[in-house]
T-cell receptor, first 112, second 113 residues
Framework: KQEVTQIPAALSVPEGENLVLNCSFT??????LQWFRQDPGKGLTSLLL?????REQTSGRLNASLDKSSGRSTLYIAASQPGDSATYLC???????????FGTGTSLTVIP | NAGVTQTPKFQVLKTGQSMTLQCAQD?????MYWYRQDPGMGLRLIYY???????DKGEVPNGYNVSRLNKREFSLRLESAAPSQTSVYFC????????????FGPGTRLLVL
């Protein structure tokens, strides 16, 4: 079974700082990987989807990279803002089977 | 577009009671999913429906049943609620199963006493 780990569980940074969130997975045979954002008491919003054949995806101040061989993905947030405060989750879809496996998330606080 | 909607937003049940969680999407998506989110456990898939007329078990299906009523609607039923089913339940949909971005509803918070 695929295991997805996100470390640290919580992160607090001052506004304007660049930061990296980490996601690791145990089985490198993946179909794709997604990064989501979850605000308190809300559902998940998809940020970036990386197919297994891709190395990275970018959207605005966000950049996600994928290294299948090492079982890692990173989400880079440039010039962080207080509005970026949320929990960030990664999810992996294996090549076989029909479900996504989610990490437990990193709770980010950006201090004004 | 409303996206993915879920009802109710919050529910309290007593052990042994039954209830149905409703989910609807207006994006003409083929695939729909039910997850539960528990502290320290991440999201876990309960059931999914790859297309209208089909349903399959996910990682934690015990104690639940589902119905894909039509392309828009996918319901989750708890026949005899247990305290272990206290959780936040999320419905999601995607154009294709697994290959595309999933869109999530706002969640239903369920407390079983």
């Amino acid at each position: 079974k695929q295991e997805v780990t996100q470390i640290p569980a919580a992160l607090s940074v001052p506004e304007g700082e660049n930061l990296v969130l980490n996601c690791s997975f145990t089985d490198s045979a993946i179909y794709n990987l997604q990064w989501f954002r979850q605000d308190p008491g809300k559902g998940l919003t998809s940020l970036l989807l990386i197919q297994s054949s891709q190395r990275e995806q970018t959207s605005g101040r966000l950049n996600a990279s994928l290294d299948k061989s090492s079982g890692r993905s990173t989400l880079y947030i440039a010039a962080s803002q207080p509005g970026d405060s949320a929990t960030y989750l990664c999810a992996v879809r294996p090549h076989t089977g029909n479900q996504f496996y989610f990490g437990t998330g990193t709770s980010l606080t950006v201090i004004p | 577009n409303a996206g993915v909607t879920q009802t109710p937003k919050f529910q309290v049940l007593k052990t042994g009671q039954s209830m149905t969680l409703q989910c609807a999407q207006d994006m003409n998506h083929n695939s729909m999913y039910w997850y539960r989110q528990d502290p320290g456990m991440g999201l876990r898939l309960i059931y999914y429906s790859a297309s209208e007329g089909t349903t399959d078990k996910g990682e934690v299906p015990n104690g639940y049943n589902v119905s894909r009523l039509n392309k828009r609607e996918f319901s989750l039923r708890l026949e005899s609620a247990a305290p272990s089913q206290t959780s936040v339940y999320f419905c999601a949909s995607s154009v294709l199963q697994g290959a595309e971005t999933q869109y999530f509803g706002p969640g239903t918070r369920l407390l079983v006493l």
